[in-house]
């Protein structure tokens, strides 16, 4: 369920949407507050908007044919995502909590883009990140054992929070769907990870994470 919309359109620079720009272009961005677990966005819909995640956590995914859900990626406070090649949206995207969004039309970035030089590199980059996100992640998913698919989602969110404590928003079955993984294989992963003395828990729900030793989350290998 959508908490909040903002139907009226607030004049920002492309730069406050997340581009550096040469000069100050203004756009028109509206806002949009979903609940958890609420779609933003459907497969196959239309895709008219890019959007950036300005509170909370979004997950992409898509439903396999047996019903299972594969989660592609995890765009988190500031990350843009929607920027499609087609026309059409190729996941579903949705909060995972609480979450607030802003929007731009993707005619106008593209207007933009054309006139802009540093714009359109910035599209260029942010579409090259999108492109070695998913091969890192085909690579994961297809060579990688259960612990270092799971030391890697961590190195991953460590190194994108930037934080000494972790606070994740995504729960164990997000993160197993995210890797391909049961929710029991995650959380024998984890409590290997914690048994190791690579991480350590803030709090009862195992959310709150503190890595101990980086060096060895990132070469952590199963059959050492």
């Known amino acids: 369920m959508l908490l909040r919309t903002s139907d009226r359109r607030k004049l920002n620079t492309i730069d406050d949407f997340g581009f550096g720009s040469a000069s100050s272009h ?7 507050t979903y609940r958890k677990g609420c779609e933003i966005y459907g497969e196959k819909e239309p895709a008219e908007h890019v959007y950036q995640v300005k509170r909370g956590a979004v997950r992409s995914y898509k439903l396999l044919a047996d019903g ?8 988190l406070m500031g990350d843009i995502f929607g920027l499609e090649n087609g026309e059409k949206h190729r996941f579903t995207a949705e909060a995972v909590v609480e979450t607030t969004v802003r929007l731009i039309k993707r005619e106008s970035l593209q207007v933009i883009a054309e006139a802009d030089a540093v714009v359109a590199r910035n599209l260029l980059s942010m579409t090259t990140r999108n492109l070695e996100h998913a091969e890192n992640h085909m690579l994961l998913l297809g060579r990688k054992t259960a612990v270092e698919r799971v030391a890697a989602f961590l190195a991953e969110m460590d190194a994108r929070t930037g934080a000494n404590t ?3 928003p995504m729960s164990r079955r997000d993160i197993a769907d995210y890797l391909g993984l049961t ?10 990870l914690h048994c190791e003395g690579v991480l350590s828990f803030v709090g009862n729900t195992q959310r709150q ?3 101990l030793d980086k060096k060895m989350l990132q070469s952590f290998d199963l059959q050492k």
């Open 68 to 75: 299972r859900r594969q989660i592609g990626a995890f765009h």
């Open 166 to 168: 972790m606070s994740l």
């Open 183 to 192: 929710l029991e294989t995650v959380s024998r992963a984890v409590s290997r």
């Open 26 to 32: 203004t756009v028109s961005l509206n806002e949009f």
């Open 209 to 211: 994470i503190v890595i």
